[in-house]
């Protein structure tokens, strides 16, 4: 039994009721305590006082995993209070992140700051408590709290490299100290790499083992527990978890909407800053101070993100009625034209919307979070957002606030981008998580009082009253393009950090290599053969197919206006959101001079720099007249309806999203890759025991355990794969006394995320087996490594490219040869039930079976 699960047992709490939370550190913290921090604070009480079965041994090393925004600042100063009361008196506070650092900082030590935790003074058991900020703890006052603040990579550099003032172990061996890690997922690098020596963690942990009475208490959202080592390391450390969907379901963020439209950037941007002035004039008409904040997020580079910036400005600047107009006039969401009525009926007229957006967001209001230059200020304006002098209405990032970032009232983000990762090997892209994990922060609640409310100020109000007007005051709207698979993902993502109820809970199963393998001479001696993936040289280039661009049509969107507004967390794409209608079009159908128009409005199409990818381009026009260039490509046009006839605007704007993704692909390719040879690694090093998660009665969910157990070809001791992989494996079983005939070790392994292969495009490719049949021919010892993959008939065609992948290797069938022993790799074409006897007769043939 671990931590959690005690706690949540009968008798844990019923023995939780006895605890008291001494008034002292209640009556010191500025504000109220939440139900679950008390609940934690509890727990840890209870934890420091009691000794019970399941108790670690000193020194103590805990974990909090709490969700975003639950306000594990604040239960780090409870939790200092009351090892306060205990005796301690030396904390030592670090965290990943500089930024983080000095915010905190200000948190603990600013009783100015509007985020500041304790009351000031604070009286604590009757005389007045200060928090001190540190260098060293000789310098520490033992009346006091001394906090050391400082980052994970300075505290390794400190202790790794003497230095005048900076601390060192010797400060660690005769005072009990509290370490206090925020963000400390970052700490665990050196338990998912294998190699702790040298790493951070294992200065922590160094510096943990200088006192027995020393507590490491360690605070995260982002607790990877999925991985097999995370879980091992912390299975007995969570003291307290509190995910990200009890925080909402409590009432404690925003209800989270996404605005999809069919709409060019621009009007997205519109239909964002029309909804920052409606909550503005909401929030005004009820008495409330909100300057409610939009985000402007770009995908990849600041250099992107500043662009947005000044397109933001240019936008601003040139605003005028019409631009208003247009969005009345097209947009069908219906929050966009509710904000229209609720105008109309104020008696605001377009010029004052105009004029208003104009003054609200002008130069000096808007922020770039990338700025690196004015690092220092820029950071004090955006942990002081809701300050009511704080002028700050937008912001442009790229990455910078996706951790450690607090603010409530950030009400809009704005994706200005619309390409998306995808799910692949049924995992979510890095940009799509990270929008999740944005979501999740921006989500937090906006506190504000209503007279005569039974609702704490701190939660929604208005969950059971969704027309009510200030129910825009809790709802955090995530802006994008209509793009139903995106959405899809990004709910993927949203589940995956807990904003979102799975429909479908996973499980853990436990997946070990049977004794009998790890005995065998292939798991201690042998060899598997992998490629890895190399740079791809580009520089001779002369056509987009010697480049590698796709040949498949690129997809842009007609846009019509069309949108809809959709519950994030709740809610299924509405029924009366048609699917689009497709039409190929090729560009010998747009004029030239649109399509020279549309090339020189972007940089990146200038002769001079399609020269550095093209060497052998002559011109634009050949460019754009060539069948190797841009008129060997069509593109297909998404629309609400079949187009006949488009007008000049029209196929400028297909053109301008074309020219977007050609300029995206053709910088892929040529920072792109390519597969090299195969190359040799032991068995041991790619397949371990490990822990796996599966849908909760899905087809994945049982392993065929008992069966497996008396297979002493198959590695594993259980098979948790899809129903298609199950039969792959029976069928196996009834051809292992053919395969037994002929050689003497036959092992089939199953590839749970163990390794990857690469194609000749540096396409990653995870075989679902490999197998070993091994046999002696004379004085030599011939092995087979044979790549395989069951495929249903469903996926045949969406993965073409791995089956051709897996007939080049068996096709090239490559011999290698070390000392007396032989290893032939090669593979089978994909096997799916209804091509038994076909896979079968092919089996034998790559086996040399005669």
């Known amino acids: 039994m671990n931590l959690v699960e005690f706690f949540h047992h009968p008798l844990a709490q019923q023995a939780l009721m006895q605890i008291n939370v001494p008034e002292s550190i209640l009556y010191s913290l500025k504000h109220p305590v939440r139900s679950y921090q008390f609940q934690a604070l509890k727990q840890s009480i209870y934890f420091f006082q009691h000794d019970f079965e399941y108790k670690p041994s000193r020194p103590y090393h805990l974990m909090y995993n709490m969700a975003t925004g639950s306000g594990k600042t604040m239960l780090m100063a409870a939790l200092m209070l009351y090892l306060y009361q205990q005796g301690y008196r030396y904390f030592l506070f670090f965290v990943n992140s500089s930024t983080i650092m000095q915010k905190t900082q200000v948190n603990f030590l600013d009783p100015q700051n509007s985020k500041y935790l304790f009351k000031s003074p604070m009286l604590f058991n009757d005389h007045e408590l200060l928090i001190k900020s540190v260098e060293n703890f000789d310098e520490a006052d033992s009346e006091h709290i001394n906090i050391k603040f400082t980052t994970l990579q300075q505290l390794h550099s400190d202790l790794n490299k003497s230095r005048e003032n900076a601390l060192t172990l010797e400060d660690f061996k005769d005072k009990k100290i509290v370490l206090i890690a925020d963000e400390a997922h970052h700490l665990n690098s050196g338990t998912k790499s294998g190699e702790m020596k040298g790493s951070w963690e294992s200065t922590v942990l160094q510096l943990l083992q200088q006192h027995s009475d020393n507590i490491l208490l360690e605070f995260t959202a982002t607790l990877d527990a999925d991985i097999h080592q995370i879980y091992q390391k912390y299975q007995h ?112 007229s377009f010029y004052e919307i105009v004029s208003r957006l104009k003054s609200n967001f002008k130069f000096e209001h808007c922020l770039s979070a990338n700025n690196e230059i004015e690092a220092e200020r820029n950071q004090i304006l955006l942990n002081t957002l809701e300050d009511l002098d704080n002028p700050i209405r937008a912001i442009f990032a790229v990455q910078k606030l996706n951790e450690g970032w607090d603010v409530l009232n950030l009400f809009d983000i704005v994706r200005l981008y619309e390409d998306r990762d995808g799910i692949k090997h049924g995992k979510i892209g890095k940009t799509t998580l990270s929008e999740a994990q944005l979501i999740g922060r ?389 096997y799916h039930a209804r091509n038994e006897n076909e896979f079968i007769q092919e089996l034998r043939h790559v086996l040399d079976i005669q």
Not at 287 to 309: D, M, T, W
Not at 505 to 531: A, D, H, P, T, W
Request: negative net charge; hydrophobic residues 35%; contains cysteine.
């Open 237 to 348: 450390k969570v003291i307290y978890q509190y995910d990200l969907k009890q925080f909402c379901q409590a009432g404690y963020s925003k209800h989270i909407d996404t605005l999809a439209s069919d709409f060019a950037e621009r009007e997205r941007i519109l239909q964002a800053l029309l909804l920052n002035l409606y909550r503005e004039d909401i929030a005004a008409k009820h008495h409330i101070n909100l300057k409610p904040v939009i985000l402007f997020k770009a995908k990849r580079s600041i250099k992107e993100s500043e662009q947005n910036k000044r397109n933001f400005h240019h936008i601003i600047e040139d605003l005028h009625v019409s631009h208003i107009e247009y969005i009345e006039k097209n947009a069908t969401a219906d929050i966009i034209q509710q904000i229209f009525s609720y105008f109309k009926g104020r008696n605001i």
């Open 442 to 830: 921006g989500a937090r609640y906006y506190p504000f009082e209503l007279k005569n409310s039974e609702f704490s100020r701190d939660q929604r109000k208005f969950d059971q009253q969704p027309d009510h007007e200030l129910r825009i005051l809790e709802e955090l709207y995530y802006h994008t393009v209509e793009d139903n698979r995106y959405i899809s993902e990004l709910r993927q993502a949203l589940i995956s950090i807990g904003l979102v109820e799975d429909q479908y809970k996973l499980i853990q199963r436990n997946l070990s290599l049977k004794e009998s393998f790890k005995q065998s001479v292939l798991y201690q001696q042998g060899l598997i053969f992998l490629n890895d993936k190399q740079v791809l040289d580009t520089q001779q280039s002369c056509s987009f197919i010697q480049l590698g661009i796709r040949k498949r049509n690129f997809h842009v969107s007609l846009k019509s206006g069309r949108g809809y507004r959709l519950g994030l967390l709740t809610e299924d794409r509405p029924d009366d959101v048609t699917d689009k209608v497709v039409t190929d079009l090729e560009l010998t159908q747009i004029p030239e001079h649109t399509l020279r128009y549309a090339l020189s409005e972007r940089e990146f199409f200038h002769f001079q720099n399609l020269k550095q990818y093209f060497p052998a381009l002559t011109s634009i026009s050949e460019f754009i007249q060539s069948q190797h260039y841009l008129m060997g490509v069509s593109v297909s046009v998404h629309a609400q309806q079949s187009i006949h006839q488009l007008d000049m605007q029209q196929y400028i704007g297909i053109v301008r999203q074309f020219l977007q993704q050609l300029e995206h692909e053709i910088k892929q390719q040529v920072s792109g890759f390519a597969g090299t040879h195969f190359t040799q690694y032991p068995v041991a090093s790619i397949f371990k025991d490990k822990v796996i998660f599966v849908e909760q009665n899905s087809e994945r969910s049982e392993g065929q355990e008992q069966w497996l157990a008396t297979q002493d070809w198959y590695a594993f001791t259980a098979n948790y794969g899809t129903s298609e992989e199950k039969a792959f494996v029976q069928m196996m079983a009834r051809q292992i006394s053919t395969l037994q005939q002929n050689f003497a070790d036959i092992y089939l392994i199953r590839n749970e995320r163990a390794f990857k292969i690469y194609d000749i495009q540096g396409r990653a490719f995870e075989p679902d087996f490999v197998l070993y049949c091994q046999k002696y021919v004379d004085d030599q010892c011939l092995i087979y490594q044979v790549f395989i993959e069951p495929k249903g008939e469903h996926l045949k065609d969406k993965d073409q490219w791995k089956a051709d992948f897996l007939q080049c290797i068996a096709e090239q069938k490559q011999h290698i040869q070390l000392d007396h022993t032989q290893y032939r790799i090669t593979a089978l074409p994909f």
